[in-house]
T-cell receptor
Framework: EAQVTQNPRYLITVTGKKLTVTCSQN?????MSWYRQDPGLGLRQIYY???????DKGDVPEGYKVSRKEKRNFPLILESPSPNQTSLYFC???????????FGDGTRLSIL | GDSVTQMEGPVTLSEEAFLTINCTYT??????LFWYVQYPGEGLQLLLK?????DKGSNKGFEATYRKETTSFHLEKGSVQVSDSAVYFC????????????FGKGTLLTVNP
């Protein structure tokens, strides 16, 4: 089954404790992206990747890092999480230009 | 920059009622337009799309027409069901290397039996 898989689905942690949210897709998509969803703000793009070893900032990249060492994986790294990063995070991928993005089921992060 | 404005919610309807969720956009070029739906506890699913002016996207009884003259992409359904209860997002993408999606804030729809 074609899917985008995120882990963990839920995480409660404390300020400053490094964490990684994994994202994996099995559709051989070149493009992957991370969004965060906040009430009243909709979804905003954090980072994206056009292909292996090619990443770039989205609209709200501060406090986040990403890497793309393999085509299928695009982890989101919070080196020193802070409470303002409490949010619902979605990973997405798409096969090529002008094709719709496929979304994962989301990861709810709570930073205390 | 690009932006999407959609109808504030929540919207509460009775089953079989007619649904309209308004969406207007601002973009510098000729974007593709999308409606995504988010069911409780799930990720976003593409509901329908339109890639050029006057295109009509349709799926599961929902429709939206790309209106360039009014920069709108309103979502409609003739007869909603309880199972349509979800959050609906209007979005656009201008293409280019990122093909980023710019989302509206979402509209919560609740359909009562």
């Amino acid at each position: 089954e074609a899917q985008v898989t995120q882990n963990p689905r839920y995480l409660i942690t404390v300020t400053g404790k490094k964490l990684t949210v994994t994202c994996s897709q099995n559709m051989n998509h070149e493009y992957m992206s991370w969004y965060r969803q906040d009430p009243g703000l909709g979804l905003r793009q954090i980072y994206y990747s056009m292909n292996v070893e090619v990443t770039d900032k989205g609209d709200v990249p501060e406090g986040y890092k990403v890497s793309r060492k393999e085509k299928r994986n695009f982890p989101l790294i919070l080196e020193s999480p802070s409470p303002n990063q409490t949010s619902l995070y979605f990973c997405a991928s798409r096969p090529g230009t002008a094709q719709p993005q496929h979304f994962g089921d989301g990861t709810r992060l709570s930073i205390l | 920059g690009d932006s999407v404005t959609q109808m504030e919610g929540p919207v509460t309807l009775s089953e079989e009622a007619f649904l309209t969720i308004n969406c207007t956009y601002t973009a510098t070029g000729y974007p593709s337009l999308f409606w995504y739906v988010q069911y409780p506890g799930e990720g976003l699913q593409l509901l329908l799309k339109a890639t050029k002016a006057d295109d009509k996207g349709s799926n599961k009884g929902f429709e939206a027409t790309y209106r360039k003259e009014t920069t709108s992409f309103h979502l409609e359904k003739g007869s909603v069901q309880v199972s349509d209860s979800a959050v609906y997002f209007c979005a656009l993408s201008e293409g280019g290397s990122n093909y980023k999606l710019t989302f509206g804030k979402g509209t919560l729809l609740t359909v009562n039996p």
